[in-house]
C-alpha cells in the first residue's frame, strides 16, 4: 500500500496550467496536466492522483462534470476548484458536490500554496487511517480462509454475550468441525488440505446471514455466532450447511449447536454445551448437527 502524492493540474488557458504547475513543482509535489476535462478523465482512469485541481469554467467538459466523474472513479481524490469571483455561487455548489476546496481568480502565489498544504495534510489523514484499517483487518482475519480469526472471536463472543444479557437478546452459536480431516490430509496432502478448507468458509460465508459471523477457530473446526437468533434459526443454517457442504465438497462435517441463555448464562458454557451437542453428533455417525437440549 503506497502513499498516492501524485497532483493533476486541468485548465484549458496553459499560462495558467503553466503557472500552477511550476508553483507547485517548485515545493516537491509531483504534476501532471491535462488541458481538458476529457483529458483529465483519461489521466485519472490510468493514474492513482491523489489531488485534483480544476478550473470550473471549461469547454465541453467543465469544472462541475468533471468532479462528478472523479467521484464515480475514486471517490478518496482530493478536488479543489478554481473559479473567478463571477462564479462564485458555481464553486459552492461544487463543494457541496464533494469538492474540498475553491481558489478564487486572481489568487496570490501563497494562498494557493496554503490550500494546497492543507489539502495535503487531509490526503496524508486519510492514507493513514487506511493502513491502520488495513492492518487491523489483517490482525483479525485468518490468512488461509479470509474468516475472523480466532484470537478475534474470543473478543467478540463476550461482547456479543454481554449484549444479549443488556437487550435480553438471544444467541444461537454452532461449532462445525470437518469429518475425518485428518485421514483426507494424509491421503491428498495438506495442500488438498487448504483447498478444501477454503471451500467450506466460502459456503459458511454463503450461509449465513448478514449479522452472523463465522470463525476459523482452529485447524478443520469452524463457529458461527448468530445474533438475534434463536436455537430453530440455528437448525436451518445447520441444514442449509449440511446439504451445500455435500454438493461442493467430498467432505462432510459434524455440527453442534446450542444457544443463550435458553442452555447457558456465559461465554465459556455456551462454547462447551456446542462442543458437547458436537461430540453428540459425532458420536451418532457425523454427517449430521446436534443441538443441546436434544441431549438426553
Known sequence: ?????????????????????????????????????????????????????????????????????IKAINSDICVIIITAYSSIESAIEAMREGAYDCIIKPFNIEELKLVFQRAMERQYLLYEAKKKEFYRELSILDSLTGLYNHRHFYEVLPREVERAKRYKHCICFLVIDIDNFKVYNDTNGHLAGDRLLQVLSKVLINSIGAADMAFRYGGEEFVIICPETPKEGGRKIAERLLNLIRKETSLTVSIGIASYPDDSQSKDELIMKADSALYKAKHLGKNRFCVFEDEG
Open 1 to 69: 500500500m503506497e502513499e498516492q502524492t501524485d497532483i493533476l493540474v486541468v485548465d484549458d488557458e496553459g499560462v495558467m496550467r503553466s503557472l500552477i504547475c511550476d508553483v507547485l513543482s517548485d515545493i516537491g509535489y509531483r504534476i501532471e496536466a491535462a488541458s481538458s476535462g476529457r483529458e483529465a478523465i483519461e489521466k485519472i482512469k490510468r493514474i492513482e492522483f491523489s489531488i485534483v485541481i480544476t478550473d470550473l469554467k471549461m469547454p465541453e467538459v467543465d469544472g462541475f462534470e468533471l468532479l462528478k466523474r
